[in-house]
C-alpha cells in the first residue's frame, strides 16, 4: 500500500541546482528514516543521503557540501537540494523510506520510488 513517488529531476549544465522531491502516501510516516540513492549506467547504486524520523542526517562523501537533505513536518515528504552538479553527478534518482535510518543507508528497505533521471552536461 506504500507508494513513492520521485519529481524534480531534469536536464542542467555543470554548476547548476537541481531539487529533488520524494512524496510518500499509505500510512503514517512520523517515525520512519527516509534517504536518496542514485545509480548511473553500468555501475552499482549507491547511497546519497538520510535522515531519520529525529532529524539524524548521513551523507555520501561526495555529497556533503554539495547535497542537502531535508523533510516536511508530517515526514511523508524528503527533498534533496543539489548544488554544483557536475557530470559525475548523472545518474538516477531514487527515494527509500524505512523505519530506521542503518536500514536506509545499507538499501535494504522495502519501499522505493521508480526514479527520477538527473543529467548533467559539460
Known amino acids: 500500500q506504500v507508494q513513492l513517488a520521485e519529481s524534480g529531476g531534469g536536464s542542467v549544465q555543470v554548476g547548476e541546482s537541481l531539487r529533488l522531491s520524494c512524496v510518500a502516501s499509505g500510512r503514517d510516516f512520523s517515525r520512519w528514516g527516509m534517504g536518496w540513492f542514485r545509480q548511473a549506467p553500468g555501475k552499482a547504486r549507491e547511497f546519497v543521503a538520510g535522515?531519520?524520523?529525529?532529524?539524524?542526517?548521513q551523507y555520501a562523501d561526495f555529497a556533503k557540501g554539495r547535497f542537502t537533505i531535508s523533510k516536511n513536518g508530517g515526514h511523508n515528504t524528503v527533498f534533496l537540494q543539489m548544488n554544483a552538479l557536475t557530470p559525475e553527478d548523472t545518474a538516477v534518482y531514487s527515494c527509500?523510506?524505512?523505519?530506521?535510518?542503518?536500514?536506509?543507508?545499507?538499501?535494504?528497505?522495502?519501499?522505493w520510488g521508480q526514479g527520477t533521471q538527473v543529467t548533467v552536461s559539460s
Open positions: 535522515v531519520s524520523w529525529h532529524d539524524i542526517v
Open positions: 527509500t523510506f524505512a523505519q530506521t535510518l542503518p536500514v536506509i543507508e545499507a538499501g535494504t528497505g522495502d519501499h
